[in-house]
């Protein structure tokens, strides 16, 4: 079986090549032109993948030494994501798979987050729980098999991404953030600034009110200190940092409890971040716990992983028509 990828679902055009299972590419385009904006602007991440979906696709066939007539199936992500970048994907597979009469397959990409894990070793067995974090997702998953996954808790407002970003935003970082906030948190004390932790019934999640937190907090120190923020600014991202990490990882000891769980897995972009990978190892040793964490290239949004759901649906005989749109808010299964 050998399997060409696309993961288009946000500000990442990607392909990847999988031969029976194993990943022998995985080409990503990042796209630049949003740092100048502060955040993902839709229409101009819709031209940027146009632009490179067909170079992105070439070298990720070179790398794996395989030609386009040697491919028995294309995945793509049908979502979630944003609408104009699915199109590119979708369109690009759905025509590229009608030229060669090979068969299609949809992935969700919240699901490709969970079975990034089983690129490479360690792998989880089944069942596990995975916090799967990112810019727009915060979820608690039941992992049963790789295609039956439930979602046992998830965020009723925010995406703790968002707080990440939010946070940033506010005490003039660049965009992206999230990695800045992790990389000035290294040199500060995590402990300078408290903030609420909040609190929501069973597994959810909520951040709106730690984002409003930290806003009012900051708003009140300048007004005594203009420069506040300057001068405390690796404290108040190592403070901000350790408050969102103690919020995801409150959840996850819950939710081990209950499932009478062993293995813990993170996926998504925000398992790149150093303070949640320590987080949950530390929290894995104390309660004796099987802890999975991707390479960073994993985290972050990659066909390797779309590739690894198609896999697994291939396996399965299951497969899409031609008749296939995306689905920007696509829910797991």
Same mark, same amino acid.
């Given at each position: 079986?050998? =399997? ?98 090979? $068969? ?10 969970? =079975? ?10 089944? +069942? ?17 098999? $790789? =295609? ?25 970082? +660049? ?25 929501? $019934? #069973? ?33 108040? &991202? ?10 995801? =990882? ?10 009478? &769980? ?21 929290? #894995? ?13 994993? &985290?972050?949004?990659?066909? #390797?992983?779309?590739?690894?759901? #198609? ?8 497969? &899409?028509?031609?008749?296939?749109? $995306? ?7």
């Amino acid at each position: 079986m050998n =399997l060409l990828a696309i993961e288009s679902s946000c500000d990442e055009t990607s392909a990847a090549i999988m031969v029976n299972g194993e990943l022998r590419s995985n080409i990503v385009s990042t796209q630049l032109i949003h740092t100048q904006w502060g955040g993902v602007v839709p229409e101009l991440a819709s031209r940027a993948h146009q632009k490179s979906i067909i170079p992105v696709v070439h070298e990720a066939l070179q790398k794996a030494n395989i030609n386009k007539n040697e491919l028995n199936a294309i995945a793509f992500t049908r979502g979630p994501g944003l609408l104009g970048a699915l199109l590119i994907g979708t369109s690009f597979a759905k025509a590229l798979a009608l030229s060669l009469d090979i $068969p299609l397959i949809e992935v969700n990409h919240m699901e490709a987050h969970v =079975l990034a894990h089983f690129i490479e070793d360690p792998k989880p067995s089944f +069942p596990f729980l995975c916090l799967t974090v990112s810019g727009g997702h915060t979820q608690l998953v039941w992992v049963k098999s $790789p =295609l039956e996954m439930e979602v046992i808790g998830e965020t009723q407002d925010d995406a703790v991404g968002e707080a990440f970003d939010k946070t940033a935003k506010l005490i003039g970082l +660049p965009y992206p953030g999230g990695p800045m906030i992790d990389k000035l948190a290294k040199e500060g004390n995590p402990n300078r600034f408290p903030f609420p932790l909040g609190e929501m $019934p #069973g597994l959810d999640f909520s951040f709106s009110g730690i984002k409003t937190a930290i806003l009012y907090f900051l708003q009140k120190e300048q007004k005594n200190n203009p420069q506040f923020i300057e001068e405390n600014k690796a404290d108040i &991202c190592a403070s901000v940092q350790k408050t969102l990490i103690d919020m995801l =990882l409150r959840k996850v000891k819950k939710a081990m409890k209950e499932k009478n &769980c062993q293995q813990i897995a993170i996926a998504g972009g925000v398992a790149a971040n150093s303070g949640l990978r320590n987080g949950i190892q530390e929290l #894995g040793a104390q309660q004796n716990w099987d802890v999975f964490i991707p390479a960073f290239s994993y &985290c972050t949004d990659n066909a #390797g992983m779309i590739a690894m759901a #198609g896999h697994f649906k291939a396996e399965a005989g299951i497969f &899409c028509g031609q008749d296939v749109s $995306p689905l920007p808010r696509m829910a797991m299964k």
